[in-house]
């Protein structure tokens, strides 16, 4: 006996990734159902080898539906999630409407699966940002060997971070640079992002800081430990698929590299490529489609008592949105809502 799961936002980069992976990890489905807006209505989206004709969100009746896998932005999100879980469907949600309430958990299930148990206060379990989710599966397993206390990151963010209107922005502004009468000025994002890097993700904040960068310090307290302190730079930059993160880390206790090295070796959702030579780490092309999280350029920063850096690369639309919405899915099947 498997589940009745209804993908919400289907049509989007987030929803059509969840599809996927559900169907590459062949998550235990009895029935399935793709919703989208109205205006999406009769779009055709691909499960496996089934073609699934979107239905309205609108119109949709939870009522018997196991799980709701949610990838619409938060206005969407905050009208029908609600009706889902009141209707006994347990959301699963990957915008930031519910991150931060305390009573709804906030899984990476590498890191804190055991938390999912919250998840009954509200019907509701929230995904992560995409830039926090690869950043903790790296920074848990040396969290648990020297105890971190500061994180100094800088993120340098593919343009599928802002969904599919963001993709296209950068496509068609990179083939107007060649052809200038075909002009396509910015419009989802603030500058010019073709040939260009843009430090602003999401608004701004009272302190100068923006909310993508607070997100990443809120997030990360709440799925490893509150006690960690984090810095973020947050950048948009010309990559179609894949976040890569440049991390500075200072530990409690000393941490040696190749010791460090070895713990993320055998990290779950960890890969390490860690060459000294040329090519020999990972870039956001190579992580596209993959499920891992990369991590490369292990090394002391020798500029304080117990630092290292490191390059984490991973599938934003993957670890970052849906292949962790649907591994909180498969925590929720074994250990929740068991079946058969
Ligand atoms: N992209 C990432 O890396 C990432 C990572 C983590 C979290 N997220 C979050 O995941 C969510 C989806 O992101 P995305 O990148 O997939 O966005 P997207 O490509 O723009 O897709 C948005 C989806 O939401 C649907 N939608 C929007 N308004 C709706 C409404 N009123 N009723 C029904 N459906 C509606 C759209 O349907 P139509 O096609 O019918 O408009 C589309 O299927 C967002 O909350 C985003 O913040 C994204």
């Excluded at 296209?168 to 640079?177: A, F, G, M, R």
């Excluded at 701004?204 to 307290?221: I, L, P, Q, R």
Aim: net charge negative; glycine share 6%.
């Amino acid at each position: 006996m498997g589940y009745k799961i209804a993908v919400v936002g289907a049509t989007g980069n987030v929803g059509r990734e969840i599809l996927n992976i559900l169907a590459e990890r062949q998550f235990p489905v009895d029935e399935i159902a793709a919703l989208a807006s109205r205006k999406s209505l009769g779009t055709e989206v691909t499960f496996g080898e089934t073609t699934l004709t979107i239905k309205d969100l609108a119109t949709f009746d939870f009522s018997g539906w196991d799980i709701a896998l949610f990838a619409v932005g938060s206005t969407a999100t905050k009208e029908y999630a609600p009706k889902a879980a009141k209707a006994g469907c347990v959301v699963i949600d990957n915008s930031s409407l519910y991150r931060y309430d305390p009573d709804v958990p906030l899984i990476v299930p590498e890191v804190n699966a055991d938390a999912i148990t919250g998840y009954s206060k509200k019907n509701i379990i929230a995904n992560p940002n995409c830039s926090t989710a690869q950043m903790v599966v790296a920074l848990k397993p040396l969290h648990d060997r020297a105890r971190i206390k500061r994180v100094v990151v800088s993120t340098y963010q593919s343009v599928s971070g802002a969904g599919k209107d963001g993709m296209d922005e950068l496509w068609d502004q990179t083939k107007s640079i060649y052809n200038p009468t075909d002009d396509k000025p910015a419009q989802k994002f603030t500058k010019q992002i073709a040939f260009n890097v843009i430090p602003h993700i999401d608004v701004f904040m009272e302190d100068g800081s923006t909310k993508e960068e607070w997100k990443m310090v809120a997030e990360t307290k709440k799925i490893v430990d509150p006690k960690i302190k984090v810095t973020a730079t947050c950048v948009r930059v010309p990559v179609f698929v894949g976040h890569s993160e440049a991390v500075n880390i200072e530990f409690e206790d000393f941490l040696d590299e190749d010791e460090a090295r070895d713990i993320l070796r055998e990290a779950p959702g960890v890969m390490v490529i860690d060459k000294r030579e040329d090519g020999g780490y990972v870039t956001p092309i190579e992580c596209v489609g993959d499920f891992a999280t990369f991590i490369s350029r292990i090394r002391q920063d020798s500029t304080i008592e117990n630092g290292l850096n490191l390059w984490c690369v991973s599938d934003n639309l993957r670890k970052g949105a849906a292949l962790n919405a649907v591994q909180i899915a498969e925590v929720l099947g074994t250990r929740c809502l068991k079946k058969g």
